[in-house]
């Protein structure tokens, strides 16, 4: 897998094997950014269960001022950090060992561009009356007027309402569900 576009573009990237992480494929991943357009200047991302870091890593390449990654599997995170170093974004890049629940009760950030991509198995918690309705309702706060909140769960799923946020359109890529959201 490799970064698709910027300053990072062609790097190739690990990523973690075992089932706790699925890669958000080139494909999807390029029509995904194509779709937001390069991050205004001053953009900052969070990107939750980042695993290899690919989203995150895209934006910054594409321009984003800064990331914060969020991922709590041991093996993801350790190929996160070097991925993280292949694409000489240490600077701009901020790697946190949490769960997104944790991360998101201990933080106070604002960020213009979020990524949720949580393992299949826990995606159907992220919605309303789900375990993570409290950490939606967070996270919706943590986005700035204006900014995007990108989803994936699996295809065959109904894109959740996101308390605070306006559907933006879902895609379908092969087994995925990709719901965009903005704030009002």
């Not at 690990?14 to 494909?27: C, D, I, N, Q, Y």
């Not at 990654?69 to 701009?92: S, T, Y």
């Not at 604002?110 to 789900?130: K, M, N, Q, S, T």
Request: aromatic fraction near 8%; hydrophobic fraction near 40%; proline fraction near 5%.
């Amino acid at each position: 897998m490799r970064i698709i576009a910027g300053t990072a573009r062609r790097i190739v990237i690990e990523v973690a094997k075992g089932s706790s992480t699925r890669p958000f494929l080139e494909v999807a991943r390029g029509a995904l950014f194509n779709s937001l357009g390069s991050p205004p200047a001053g953009t900052r991302v969070l990107d939750l269960y980042a695993g290899s870091g690919a989203l995150g890593l895209e934006a910054l390449s594409r321009g984003a001022e800064s990331c914060v990654f969020v991922e709590w599997d041991a093996a993801a995170f350790g190929v996160l950090l070097r991925n993280i170093g292949k694409c000489r974004m240490q600077d701009r890049a901020k790697a946190r060992r949490l769960s997104a629940e944790a991360f998101l009760a201990d933080d106070a950030g604002h960020y213009e561009l979020i990524f949720v991509d949580p393992p299949f198995r826990e995606a159907p918690e992220w919605r309303i009356g789900g375990e993570a309705d409290a950490s939606m309702r967070v996270l919706a706060r943590r986005l700035a007027i204006g900014g995007t909140a990108i989803l994936r769960m699996e295809n065959g799923s109904e894109p959740p309402e996101w308390p605070g946020l306006d559907a933006a359109g879902g895609r379908h890529y092969g087994r995925s569900l990709i719901c965009r959201y903005r704030k009002r």
